[in-house]
């Protein structure tokens, strides 16, 4: 759902280096799945995804998937959608009206499971997208059980925030936790998912989280489950990874401050942001270390459905700094994500509402290519690994404030986030036995331009 959490850059930057350790900061107790560690996670926009917009048109696209390098499909929700209120031709994804069915828009169950397993022959995992904050208007339970639902003031059904086409569950009421759970078994029962992405996490209770993870472990081993959150809290004992918004909307300063952030909203307005340079990466990265649980992990990305369709695309929010920052996506700790039509450089907002044209999956190799080179590198580097696998950052001291270098064991990323060509000489750069992942270069050049980006690796 829409991005709730561009504050929380602020509230994290309030942090001081003598601040007591938060209650958070000791081992989380989720056990990640071993294949989570260096993986790729690719959100599947299916209703956009092909001409068709269906499960079986997308099941043709899982060997390019698994080419380029991806591990885990996450699938928007593939529930059908509610039709009292509605919203444009086909409805939000978001507005389920049952959880225990496939959206007929884009087939069967079986078509479903025919997805799962061919994914899971080709050794990648699935996860579904899950509504548990509201359902739709039109949901069963609102008729059945109508005292699931949170009440306002006058005592109606209400959905959070603008969301009209949605009505609010109230999670004080344990028999519609259970039922809730109940639901998200029947997928990993009847369907063999591997897992979880859930939709505003962070307004649902933590003690239904905690409640609801050992649940699920009990239903089925190794599962990986997805917080749309930025809260220390849910990745104690419920969640593996949340998302990393803090990380997104710095990349969006930083771009601001290059003059690269020309995204302008319905009245033409493009956002005013404080300034931020290369160097706050490190700090925010150092922040979230301390705070949130040990061994729990962040997802990075430069785009995703929110994003791309109610905050622009990566190109009008990161410019020509946007391949720098999907390059720390990779290199800095956590998971990195890769959206619909990512992968070959699509540059426009998809429709929300309604069936949009699909993206020419042959239009952009060279863009193809450079993410199926990173996500070589992430499998192939341990250093890449999540969670306390991997190695930590080593920040080197560079010749300008818009570079940012680091190392993480033997692997040295280098980029230029400014709005000019910027020495990067001075430094003490170790590159004997390296060479850069793209260009196979075996030294450090004198200057970057702007946007520019190096990733060497000692083999």
């Not at 086409?165 to 809730?180: H, Q, T």
């Not at 509402?353 to 192939?380: G, I």
Request: glycine share 8%; charged share 25%; hydrophobic share 40%.
């Amino acid at each position: 759902m829409k991005n709730l959490f561009i504050g929380l850059l602020a509230a994290l930057g309030c942090l001081t280096a003598g601040a007591q350790t938060p209650a958070t900061h000791v081992p989380t107790t989720v056990n990640h799945p071993d294949w989570s560690r260096q993986a790729v996670i690719y959100e599947v926009n299916l209703r956009q995804y092909t001409p068709e917009g269906t499960l079986k048109a997308f099941a043709s696209h899982l060997p390019r998937l698994r080419d380029l390098g991806v591990d885990i499909l996450w699938m928007m929700p593939i529930h059908p959608i509610s039709e009292d209120g509605r919203k444009g031709e086909l409805g939000s994804y978001y507005a389920v009206k049952d959880y225990k069915a496939v959206n007929p828009e884009f087939g069967t169950m079986d078509d479903f499971r025919d997805v799962v397993k061919a994914a899971h022959d080709l050794g990648m995992k699935v996860i579904i997208d899950w509504v548990p904050n509201h359902s739709g208007r039109d949901n069963a339970w609102v008729k059945e059980h109508p005292d699931w639902y949170a009440r306002d003031d006058r005592g109606e059904m209400f959905g959070p925030f603008d969301w009209t086409d949605v009505y609010k569950f109230d999670y004080n009421n344990p028999e519609m936790r259970a039922a809730m759970t109940d639901a998200m078994a029947y997928w990993l029962r009847e369907a063999d998912i591997d897992g979880f992405r859930c939709d505003v996490a962070g307004q649902v209770p933590v003690s239904f989280w905690d409640e609801n993870r050992k649940a699920l472990d009990g239903v089925k081993s190794g599962i990986f489950m997805l917080a749309e959150a930025t809260e220390p809290e849910l990745m104690l004992h419920a969640f593996d990874m949340d998302y990393n918004w803090p990380m997104k909307d710095l990349f969006s300063r930083i771009a601001s401050a290059a003059g690269q952030y020309t995204f302008a909203d319905a009245q033409g307005n493009v956002r005013k942001f404080d300034p931020a340079t290369a160097a706050d990466i490190v700090k925010l990265q150092a922040e979230q270390t301390a705070t949130y649980p040990i061994d729990s992990y962040m997802m990075n990305m430069i785009t995703n459905h929110d994003l791309n369709s109610w905050e622009g695309t990566e190109f009008e929010r990161l410019g020509n700094l946007q391949r720098a920052f999907a390059v720390l996506t990779y290199t800095l700790p956590g998971m990195p994500l890769i959206y619909t039509g990512q992968e070959v450089g699509l540059d426009r907002a998809f429709e929300f509402f309604k069936k949009d044209t699909a993206p020419d999956w042959q239009a952009n190799a060279e863009t193809a290519d450079f993410y199926r080179t990173l996500n070589t590198l992430k499998h192939s580097r341990k250093e890449l690994a999540a969670g306390t696998h991997g190695a930590p950052i080593e920040p080197v001291a560079t010749a300008s404030d818009d570079v940012l270098a680091f190392r993480r064991g033997d692997v040295l990323t280098i980029v230029n986030l400014g709005a000019e060509e910027a020495p990067v000489t001075g430094a003490p750069y170790d590159t004997e036995g390296a060479r850069d992942i793209f260009t196979g270069a075996t030294a450090v050049p004198a200057t970057l331009p702007a946007g520019g980006y190096m990733v060497f690796v000692k083999e």
